[in-house]
């Protein structure tokens, strides 16, 4: 099977239609734990050891309604978790149907062959996907403009902005989105 190629604008306008259904107003952080439970009303799962024994922190169920989270992520990392969760809605948003046409599934025996039977391009594609879409969920277009505006004001403006200044900046993105170092930054 070969997973189709979803580009980064139809990724953004899929993820903007997202929040002006679940969170038209754009406050931040986007409340997303919520939305998964209240808005799309799905059931969220921490596992003890879901990253040790699967290598994964997250997971969605092959019905689309529960998010599995590896329990510590989840107790311990909210920032991650958030991200965890983004990233499963992601693949509800972008590939449910996906999952649904290409073959039968009705046990997690079928899941787990489906997911085998993509090879390691298709996979990728899949993930890439999930994290552009959970991305621009946790960071919408707008509010991440004013903030990165508002904190280059503050730090005197795009001429005067030193190299150390992107780790300030980085700060501040993170405090405001609730999400971790790297994707902050990822993001700026």
Known sequence: MIVPYIGDDDVYHRAELFLKTYHPSYSCPVPIEPIAESGLDMFILPVKKLETA???????????KTILIDERVYMKQEDRARF???????????????????Q???SIEDFIAFQNSLSPKDWQRLE???YRFGEEILFPKK??????ENELIRLGGLEGLAVTDLQTIGETIKKAFVVSSRASLNKL
């Open 104 to 106: 039968k599934i009705e």
């Open 128 to 130: 890439i996907q999930a």
């Open 54 to 64: 699967c290598e994964v922190d997250g997971s969605i169920s092959k019905d689309f």
């Open 143 to 148: 509010r991440f403009i004013e903030v990165v």
């Open 84 to 102: 965890t969760i983004a990233h499963e809605i992601g693949h509800l948003i972008l590939h449910k149907k996906l999952y649904e046409e290409s």
